[in-house]
């Protein structure tokens, strides 16, 4: 119970830290006797052209970045769970690969049309599930177990890579664009994304935490979680398909944004210890804490510029994860 | 109290066949031992048994075939624990135990104060209470073992095969595991069907031995009878000799030249 007290403790602190700090100076007094003011009726102190920058800009950007993290990083624990692989993340089956070379056809096939987000968006999305998918039938072409599935991964992944590398070639100055895509960002335009994602994701959050001790069970290996009375293969599916969809959508909106599904599971683990059933809901509230966090760093560090999310994600959880390797390794 | 019986077994690998015709017995709250050359079939039978792996023939608990009887309701009347098993990420040794009351859960429920108690009884009787909190890779060899164990009881199930439980124990915690075996099939009935590589503990502790062989059954019956120099020398391929001990049971050792 203790941490997921902390887990919430700390996201709505992210969540004030966002809304507090920005570009615009709009004063954090200020901003919370706003809030203060909407939660009550009251006068709002703020001029209507800060309102929007608060309720239209900051709100639903720091809303986004704590779906996309806590969708990443419990489909992370998820992955990892399934496949008893401490490397495994979200893009393991490839849903990276996929989404990677579907976002780069439309850019550098129909750039007219790259302008509107909408298309962009799709295509990640389906790009990710196709992906994904592929990898599903050539790993159960070959047997459908876990470590087959993860190889299946690796080469579906390579081949939607180099494709996109191929598009990329063809249309060199397009290449900002998709490099700006892989590095993933949050940069909504306003509300909709919230509202696009958020039913697909809050799905997927519940499917997936109430899996978990279905996942503790196929931690013992498939012929003994059916000695349990468990169909490993349906329970994997399972698991697969709502950590895939979670991790479509967050990519769909925000690219890819590296190292939360990786690194946030990994240090629920390390801190809290315990099985699945622990993990993936405390994946899911530090998650977001996490991304949230991390996308305030990366608009403060060089304000009024903006740092690709993806580089501040890599540069503070990288050498906390060495930390926390560290002190287990003594301990 | 349940009885196990095996009727016409047949089972293998991928077109690969191991076992055939393979028929044995067990009373409720006996001791079937599995003994046989390496590769004779042994854990391909408990897994037969098991339902892990398709097979021909019968399987029947307390005279009831188990064929299309789904996995939830197979497992709460027999518990498999392997001879390698997988050790889950991150549990500790009471979370693995619970992990044996699976069967008895709805499919995505949880355990309730039942299952807990039912839990912490066995890890008091296996000793292990003292440990419940600790994660399973600080275990020592005879720890997991009994952790394992454990898993498989927590199953409730009438009927326990293990798969070498003995693997990798030293001669006092073999025994020290075994004997703890049998004091609970004494307590709670269970039927223990058990594969075993060493010969002298198999006479020890089953009531009865099945020799497998070539995909079937070679010799069966009391350790008296198949613990003998002239069967053991044919179907292990091997020189042995085997003495009556002073406790009334059959040592079984190579002998040389």
């Not at chain 1, 893009?91 to 070379?101: E, F, P």
């Not at chain 1, 790259?114 to 790993?139: E, P, R, S």
């Not at chain 2, 979370?95 to 859960?105: A, N, Q, S």
């Not at chain 2, 039927?191 to 497998?212: C, F, I, K, P």
Request: net charge neutral; proline share 5%.
């Amino acid at each position: 119970m203790l941490p997921v007290l902390g887990g919430v403790a700390a996201l709505v602190l992210a969540l004030l830290a966002a809304v507090l700090l920005g570009a615009a100076e709009l004063g954090w007094q200020r901003v919370l006797a706003e809030i203060a003011a909407q939660l009550t009726g009251g006068h709002s102190p703020l001029s209507e052209r800060e309102a929007a920058i608060l309720w239209e800009l900051r709100v639903p950007r720091a809303v986004l970045g704590a779906l996309v993290g806590s969708a990443l990083a419990v489909s992370g624990a998820a992955f990892q769970g399934v496949f008893r692989n401490p490397l495994a993340d979200p893009y393991l089956l490839g849903s990276a690969g996929g989404a990677g070379l579907a976002v780069t056809a439309v850019l550098v096939l129909v750039p007219q049309a790259a302008g509107t987000t909408g298309l962009a968006q799709a295509a990640a999305f389906a790009g990710a599930l196709g992906g994904v998918g592929l990898t599903w039938l050539l790993g159960r072409s070959a047997g459908g177990d876990a470590a087959t599935l993860v190889l299946a991964g690796v080469a579906v992944g390579a081949f939607l890579t180099a494709g996109q590398t191929f598009l990329q070639q063809l249309r060199l100055e397009d290449l900002q664009q998709v490099y700006l895509w892989i590095m993933g960002r949050l940069s909504p335009t306003g509300w909709r994304e919230v509202l696009l994602v958020l039913p697909l994701l809050v799905v997927s959050a519940v499917v997936l935490c109430a899996c978990g001790r279905l996942l503790d069970v196929l931690g013992v290996g498939d012929e003994e979680a059916a000695a349990l009375g468990v169909h490993p293969g349906r329970a994997r599916a399972v698991v697969l398909v709502a950590a895939s969809l979670a991790t479509a959508a967050a990519v769909s909106v925000a690219g890819l944004i590296g190292f939360v599904g990786l690194v946030v599971p990994h240090l629920v683990r390390l801190a809290a210890g315990g099985g699945n059933r622990v993990v993936l809901p405390l994946s899911l509230l530090f998650g977001g804490a996490f991304l949230v966090l991390a996308d305030v760093l990366a608009r403060v560090v060089l304000a009024p510029a903006e740092l690709p999310i993806g580089v501040v994600t890599a540069f503070t959880g990288a050498p906390f994860f060495a930390f926390l390797l560290h002190r287990r390794r003594r301990a | 109290m349940s009885g196990l019986e095996v009727r016409g077994l047949g089972a293998g690998y991928r077109g690969r066949p191991v076992l055939d015709g393979v028929s044995a017995q067990v009373r409720p709250g006996g001791w079937l031992g599995v003994i046989g050359p390496n590769g004779a079939g042994k854990s391909t039978l408990l897994k037969a048994v098991a339902g892990l792996l398709a097979h021909r023939g019968e399987v029947l608990v307390d005279g009831t075939e188990l064929r299309g009887l789904p996995r939830r309701e197979r497992a709460r009347l027999l518990a498999y624990a392997p001879q390698n098993p997988q050790l889950p990420l991150g549990l500790s040794v009471t979370d693995y135990v619970l992990l044996g009351r699976t069967p008895h859960l709805r499919p995505l429920g949880r355990e309730g104060r039942a299952d807990l108690e039912v839990v912490e009884g066995l890890l008091e009787r296996l000793d292990l209470a003292g440990l419940a909190g600790r994660a399973l890779p600080t275990l020592s060899g005879g720890e997991r073992q009994r952790a394992v164990l454990g898993r498989a009881l927590a199953q409730r199930a009438g009927v326990l095969l293990l798969d070498e439980p003995t693997t990798g124990l030293d001669v006092g915690h073999a025994q020290a595991l075994l004997e703890l075996v049998d004091e609970l099939r004494a307590e709670l009935g269970t039927t223990v069907v058990s594969t075993l590589h060493d010969l002298t503990a198999a006479g020890q502790y089953a009531e009865e031995l099945v020799l497998l062989h070539d995909g079937g059954v070679a010799a069966r019956g009391p350790a008296e009878e198949v613990l003998t120099q002239p069967v053991l020398s044919r179907h292990y391929d091997a020189r042995v000799q085997v003495w009556p001990a002073p406790d009334g049971s059959r040592v079984v050792a190579p002998a040389r030249g």
